[in-house]
């Protein structure tokens, strides 16, 4: 029989085993990872002086690193590498290869850490994103490139996994800090994008239509919530320069949906937060931006066209919609055509011809523009199938209400839900006119239903917090916020 001295002195031993096993563990993993790369390497010599070599190298070392510190570095690592996969810059085949890796990483990783948690819990809307991503599963077996619509439903679902688990582990519980950082990150794009588009007539984004995603769904919402938010004259100063650049980029563009997804947020927000001084001064700036751009920065070809015609007709006569009327009259030809179980997710009925297909990259032959999300995967599903997209449309609709109910309610610019839900409001309006939503491989899809999956935490919390008590210090011009006592602490 042990004593009790002795039993608490072998619990304690043991509790300090499993300690420093704990701290111990992950460097020998990292130095067997290490020892088996050497092998790979001794066994199959590499041209080291190869780009490509090097990017992945350099990839597999800030994947560890981001990794090994998950829940600050994680989620801007991820958007970090689909944004560059996404862009005209050097690496970027290395990275358009290398993100379904850091997606399945995260995802695993993410949702391993997140079950550690005692408060960890799924809900109504992580089962119905569960159902969406089951159907679009099942719906890769109706395409005519089953093998691609597979790999797409197969992404779609991942990305379903890591925004409810490693997703909610970077921003829930610290929020403050989170919203910070990104405001920085975004006014850091903006600047560079500007140097890239204004001085060095560089098209980092590649297509206008991505620039005008870019600025109108994520980083403009952003800074105007950022310059409401602000506390400090300084920090203001900045974010409002920021926007400034940000709004010449967006007409720069001349992307209709992201020029309307922006506007549609900002306006909202004003209007939650009564700042109609506010709106109406905005809206003469934009106007003279507008006005900036079509006749000095960025002109169109057609120099007789008059700013209106600039930006509503892009210079085609005919009705406001010319450009995406014949793209909705194909998708729904389509949808006539398959109307129960759709034509394959995130696929092209179109064409049956055999073609080498990528694993990692999609093919122009088996994938088509639809001009909206909504018919896109209308198409995809069918009638049959787009219930759970939709009703996980509606859920995402319904939780941006809330929000914007509440901070009319309340006045409060500091709630973290609503920057989230300008971010995701833009995404509904833009999303009408471009297809990238359910486009797993699209930066902003991963950017959108991250924060979906966010708001559906934050929503409830707030709802039963009391009433915002805006307390210090200030962070980056913005305050600590109280949880609500019962909300998941991570």
């Known amino acids: 029989m042990l004593t009790e001295w002795q039993r608490r002195h072998c619990g304690s031993q043991v509790g300090n085993v499993n300690n420093t096993l704990i701290k ?3 460097l020998v993993g990292l130095l067997v990872c290490s020892l088996s790369l050497l092998c790979v390497l001794w066994g199959f010599p590499v041209n080291f002086s190869s780009l490509e070599v090097l990017g992945g190298v350099l990839f597999l070392q800030i994947l560890v690193a981001a990794l090994w510190k998950y829940r600050e570095c994680f989620f801007p690592l991820l958007i970090l590498i689909f944004l560059w996969a996404g862009s005209d810059v050097p690496l970027r085949e290395t990275w358009a ?14 949702f391993v850490a997140y079950l550690k948690h005692t408060h960890h819990h799924f809900g109504f809307f992580h089962l119905v994103a569960l159902s969406a991503g089951l159907v679009a599963l099942i719906s890769a077996y109706q395409s005519m490139h ?30 403050a800090r989170f919203f910070s950082g990104l405001l920085i990150a975004c006014e850091f794009l903006i600047y560079a994008s500007a140097i890239s588009y ?51 980029l967006l007409f720069s563009s001349y992307s209709r949906a992201g020029i309307l997804a922006a506007a549609g947020s900002s306006v909202l927000l004003g209007i939650a937060l009564r700042r109609y001084r506010w709106l109406i001064t905005g809206a003469a700036i934009a106007t003279l931006f507008a006005v900036l751009v079509a006749t000095v920065l960025a002109p169109r070809s057609d120099a007789s066209s008059s700013v209106v015609d600039a930006f509503l007709y892009k210079g085609q006569r005919g009705h406001l919609l010319t450009s ?13 055509q398959h109307p129960w179980f759709g034509a394959g997710f995130g696929t092209n009925v179109a064409s049956s011809d055999i073609f080498n297909e ?42 941006i209400a809330r929000v914007f109910r509440r901070v009319r309610r309340t006045g409060d610019p500091l709630s973290p839900a609503l920057p989230v839900a300008v971010v995701l409001l833009a995404g509904l309006v833009g ?43 200030w962070r980056n011009g913005f305050a600590a916020i109280p949880q609500a006592d019962h909300a998941p602490v991570y």
């Open 24 to 26: 111990v563990l992950p």
């Open 97 to 110: 290869f290398g993100r379904w890796f850091v997606l399945i990483g995260g995802a695993v990783v993410g």
């Open 146 to 175: 089953p093998t691609v619509a597979l790999l797409k439903a197969v992404s779609l679902l991942i990305l379903f996994v890591y925004a409810a688990s490693g997703a909610r582990l970077a921003i829930i519980g610290r929020e």
């Open 198 to 248: 204004f001085i060095f007539h560089f098209a980092i984004f590649g297509n206008p239509n991505s620039l005008g995603v870019v600025t109108g769904v994520v980083v403009t919402p952003l800074m105007v919530w950022g310059v409401l938010a602000t506390e400090r004259v300084t920090e203001r100063h900045r974010r409002c320069i920021g926007l400034a650049l940000s709004l010449v």
């Open 324 to 336: 995406r009327k014949s793209i909705w009259d194909e998708t729904t030809s389509v949808i006539r």
């Open 358 to 399: 990528s694993m990692f990259k999609s093919s122009s032959q088996a994938t088509k523009e639809h001009g909206s999300s909504y018919l896109a995967i209308l198409e995809g599903v069918g009638l049959l199938g787009v219930l759970p997209f939709y009703t996980l449309l509606f859920l995402v609709s319904a939780n």
């Open 431 to 473: 999303g009408a006119f471009e297809d990238w939503i359910f486009g797993v491989g699209y930066y902003a899809c991963v950017f959108f239903w991250s924060f979906a999956f966010v708001l559906a935490d934050l929503v409830p919390a707030e709802a039963s917090a009391p009433s915002p008590v805006i307390i210090g210090p």
